[in-house]
């Protein structure tokens, strides 16, 4: 089974500041444009970093063609710019019993671990990376903020991908994988796909709201069991 993490809200709590703030320092350097004053307001939960950058370019006047013509300088800035603000160590932003969890399913063969993020792919391996818990994530895999401002073409994407690694080249199934996350997006962008949806209430959404996923979960210790469950 092809398991697809989200991070922030799922595996990491409150570790994005510094990703937000490189993201608005590459919009400031690609764009020349100053940070507008409502930016801070911009929705980011469940979203990807692109679909974030248009909005925030939009408060600041620039139109949607500008960042069509300039999303790859913006990727790389924000690369670059999150590269030099991201913490050492971010591993007390771990979510609840994450390392327990991503450490039994690295060695169960019942399972492939892979992403499907609104980060872009740099900021989400450096992240993983400084909290501890890339290991488990193979470098290639998963679908990220940088490959579609939409994160419901995401799952297809790192399904992709898995097949390419893990089934001959094959798109992996979307009947054997399960997206898991914490916000109405996650379970939005597995059932665009087809695929299962275990939510986590560990995020800034209760279990009321994420009502409509296969699974609902307090947090990641009973994930096992879930996935068993499916």
Not at 30 to 56: K, L, S
Not at 180 to 187: F, K, L
Request: aromatic share 6%; with cysteine; glycine share 8%.
């Amino acid at each position: 089974m092809l398991l697809l993490f989200d991070i922030d809200g799922t595996l990491l709590l409150n570790g994005a500041d510094a990703h937000a703030a490189a993201v608005i320092a590459a919009l400031c350097e690609v764009w020349e444009v100053e940070p507008p004053p409502r930016a801070h307001g911009v929705e980011a939960a469940g979203r990807t970093d692109q679909a974030i950058a248009r909005d925030i370019l939009e408060l600041a006047g620039v139109p949607a063609e500008e960042f069509d013509r300039r999303r790859d300088d913006f990727v790389l800035a924000t690369g670059s710019h999150y590269e030099r603000l991201v913490p050492d160590d971010l591993s007390d932003r771990l979510a609840p019993h994450v390392t327990d969890v991503l450490s039994k399913l690295a060695v169960d063969q019942r399972y492939r671990c892979s992403l499907v993020t609104g980060n872009i792919q740099p900021v989400a391996r450096l992240k993983l990376g400084a909290a501890g818990i890339l290991y488990p994530f193979a470098e290639g895999q998963g679908g990220f903020g940088s490959d579609s401002d939409d994160r419901n073409e995401l799952p297809p994407i790192a399904r992709m991908r898995a097949g390419q690694l893990w089934n001959g080249g094959d798109a992996w199934p979307a009947e054997r994988t399960v997206v898991i996350g914490d916000t109405p997006r996650d379970i939005a962008c597995a059932r665009a796909d087809g695929a299962l949806v275990v939510a986590v209430a560990t995020g800034p959404f209760g279990a009321d709201q994420l009502s409509e996923a296969d699974v609902v979960l307090e947090d990641l210790r009973e994930l096992d069991a879930a996935l068993q469950s499916l």
